[in-house]
């Protein structure tokens, strides 16, 4: 039943480690996205696809890398974890990318804590 | 450039009185406005949204916002709050294909 789902909701590793959080939408939505929630709560957002095409990248560093192996997943990993990535990380999709009245809707969250 | 101010970190409001969560934005064209709600330790809920017409929107839960294009504002409010809607509110202008949040506005309902 859940629309944009997350897994894991919680992680916790080591720095220096390589670790994947994995998003699936069941919306039949073509564009799917994540955000970067900091520990201050403050909401920002990473990468956007529009079926299987990456169309936004802000500026992450090349540690993130992004996958959508389909247009109902889109997956985010990440290399050589460091303290800083330590933060809630959104997905959220929305219909499509080119419409300003489009809603995006985003996921539980996945809780990164790298130690 | 692009941005949504929330001047409020924190609201409190006994429960049965009118809420109010302010939201001013800085756009270039059309703004295309949302609100968002987080309870604790879940994901963001989509409430409401403006993108043209009627400048009162009404959204989920009882809420509505006000589109004030004058005062680039965009309140949330409600007339009767409850102590289930304590949460945190995020304002949010779209920007292409991405949303631009507000630094989120604390809202705590009291009994």
């Known amino acids: 039943d859940t629309a944009v789902s997350q897994t894991p909701k919680y992680l916790v590793t080591q720095m220096g480690n390589d670790k994947s959080i994995k998003c699936e939408q069941n919306?039949?939505?073509?564009?799917m996205y994540w955000y970067k929630q900091d520990s201050k709560k403050f909401l920002k957002i990473m990468f956007s696809?529009?079926?299987?095409?990456?169309?936004i990248n802000e500026t992450v560093p090349n540690r993130f890398s992004p996958k959508s192996p389909d247009k109902a997943h889109l997956n985010l990993h990440i290399n050589s974890l460091e303290l800083g990535d330590s933060a809630v990380y959104f997905c959220?999709?929305?219909?499509?990318?080119?419409?300003?009245?489009?809603?995006?809707?985003f996921g539980p969250g996945t809780r990164l804590l790298v130690l | 450039a692009q941005s949504v101010a929330q001047p409020e970190d924190q609201v409190n409001v006994a429960e049965g009185n009118p809420l109010t969560v302010k939201c001013t934005y800085s756009?270039?064209?059309?703004?295309?406005l949302f609100w968002y709600v987080q309870y604790p330790n879940r994901g963001l809920q989509f409430l409401l949204k403006?993108?043209?017409?009627?400048?009162l929107v009404k959204g989920s839960y009882g809420f509505e916002a006000e589109f004030n294009k004058s005062q680039t504002s965009f309140h949330l409010k409600k007339p009767s709050a409850l102590v289930s809607d304590s949460a945190l509110y995020f304002c949010?202008?779209?920007?292409?294909?991405?949303?631009?949040f507000g630094a989120g506005t604390r809202l705590a309902v009291h009994p």
């Open positions: 756009v270039s064209g059309n703004p295309y």
């Open positions: 696809y529009n079926n299987k095409e990456l169309i």
């Open positions: 959220a999709s929305s219909h499509d990318w080119s419409g300003a009245q489009e809603t995006q809707y």
């Open positions: 403006y993108i043209t017409g009627d400048n």
């Open positions: 919306l039949g939505h073509d564009t």
């Open positions: 949010a202008v779209r920007l292409y294909n991405k949303l631009i």
